[in-house]
């Protein structure tokens, strides 16, 4: 029984040295030490040993049992070894491949003007105000100086809805919505971005709906000078510290005096080219000291504030600032224009 043991020994240590794979490994380990195995079939001829021999044999079976286990340990042990690593290897990533780039979206440039005209107001202590695009002829007109028939309507072939009701045509009317808000409390300082139509033919500087940024400031003594000294400051945080500006009498009903602004040519700093017409100069908005009567109509008495006021083309200053020549590349969308924004 004992050459049986060792026979078997060295039969099961042969096979196993030429094992190959997980699933052979399994098989051998059934064939071998399983219940229905070839050592439980020796051992179980025990039985008709003597008592002396009986221990003798024990111990040899174990022994026998004992090399093929630590000989299948070892082969399982080199088996997840092997499969730890291909799992490793196949789940390597490579750090230095190329990201996927997702497309980002980007602020329209024309916002971005808003936002930045935005910013440099809100820094010099001013609120932002919106009001409705459609609006009253009151707001739009009347409250602002401009009673029916008055020839300045003219200037701003107007969207009516009804014969009181219209798209408003310039951002001004907010002046007399948040004067009337205020209930006669000063100081008032507000800028007023929004959409405004004018029934305009479309063209390289023209559209029938375009964005105006409007200021307002009521208080005790305001005076032309704040206003010439508040769009100095404007001009030089929107175009650069080398930016001057210049007033030119002009005519609002809304304002008296009125004037309008140019700023020195972001294009030729001055001298004189194409963009300027030879001037050096630019027009960007338009200003005064609020006419008495449209302060009495937002609520105040002109005898005991002033205030002045400014209007400005939000388009008009994209294309000066980005040097763009025509208002159409705000509104078509096209990607290979807007994209050019995206990292300014
Ligand atoms: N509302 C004027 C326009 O659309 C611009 C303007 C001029 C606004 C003078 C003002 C101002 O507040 O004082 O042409």
């Keep these: 029984m004992k050459e049986r043991l060792e026979a078997l020994r060295a039969e099961a240590l042969q096979e196993l040295q030429q094992v190959a794979g997980q699933q052979q490994l399994n098989d051998l380990r059934v064939k071998y030490l399983g219940k229905k195995g070839a050592l439980t079939e020796i051992l179980r001829g025990m039985g008709g040993l003597s008592a002396e021999e009986r221990p003798i044999i024990g111990q040899v079976g174990n022994e026998v049992?004992?090399?093929?286990?630590?000989?299948?340990?070892?082969?399982?042990?080199?088996?997840?070894?092997?499969?730890?690593?291909?799992?490793?290897?196949?789940e390597t990533i490579?750090?230095?491949?190329?990201?996927?780039?997702?497309?980002?979206?980007?602020?329209?440039?024309l916002n971005k003007v808003v936002q930045e005209i935005e910013d440099i107001f809100v820094g010099l202590g001013y609120s932002v105000a919106e009001g409705p695009e459609v609006e009253t002829d009151f707001f739009n007109f009347e409250a602002l100086n401009l009673p029916k028939n008055h020839p300045a309507r003219?200037?701003?072939?107007s969207f009516y809805i009804t014969e009181?009701?219209?798209?408003?045509?310039?951002?001004?009317?907010?002046?007399i919505r948040t004067m009337k808000a205020m209930n006669g409390k000063s100081p008032v300082k507000i800028i007023c971005p929004g959409k405004v139509y004018r029934r305009d033919d479309d063209d390289a500087t023209h559209s029938f709906q375009f964005n105006q940024i409007e200021g307002l400031v009521v208080g005790p003594n305001i005076r032309m000078s704040d206003l010439k000294g508040t769009l100095l400051q404007f001009v030089q945080l929107m175009f650069g510290k080398q930016a001057q500006i210049r007033l030119r009498p002009s005519f609002f009903p809304f304002t008296e005096p009125s004037a309008e602004v140019d700023v020195t040519c972001s294009?030729?700093?001055?001298?004189?080219?194409?963009?300027?017409k030879q001037t050096g100069w630019l027009e960007i908005l338009g200003c005064g000291m609020v006419h008495p009567?449209?302060?009495?109509?937002?609520?105040?008495?002109?005898?005991?504030?002033?205030?002045?006021?400014?209007?400005?083309?939000?388009?008009?200053?994209?294309?000066?600032?980005?040097?763009?020549?025509?208002?159409?590349?705000?509104?078509?969308?096209?990607?290979?224009?807007?994209?050019?924004f995206a990292r300014m």
Excluded: W
Aim: with cysteine; proline share 4%; charged share 25%.
């Design 293 to 340: 009567r449209v302060l009495e109509m937002g609520g105040y008495d002109p005898n005991e504030v002033s205030a002045f006021a400014f209007g400005m083309g939000v388009e008009r200053i994209a294309l000066l600032k980005y040097g763009i020549d025509d208002i159409r590349h705000f509104y078509t969308n096209d990607q290979r224009f807007l994209n050019q």
């Design 65 to 90: 049992r004992a090399a093929i286990e630590s000989v299948i340990e070892e082969k399982q042990e080199a088996y997840r070894q092997e499969e730890t690593a291909a799992r490793l290897r196949e």
């Design 164 to 175: 009181d009701i219209l798209m408003r045509t310039q951002t001004s009317p907010v002046q």
């Design 267 to 276: 294009q030729c700093g001055g001298h004189g080219c194409r963009m300027c």
């Design 154 to 157: 003219d200037m701003q072939d």
């Design 94 to 109: 490579d750090v230095t491949l190329p990201g996927q780039a997702l497309p980002a979206g980007a602020v329209h440039p």
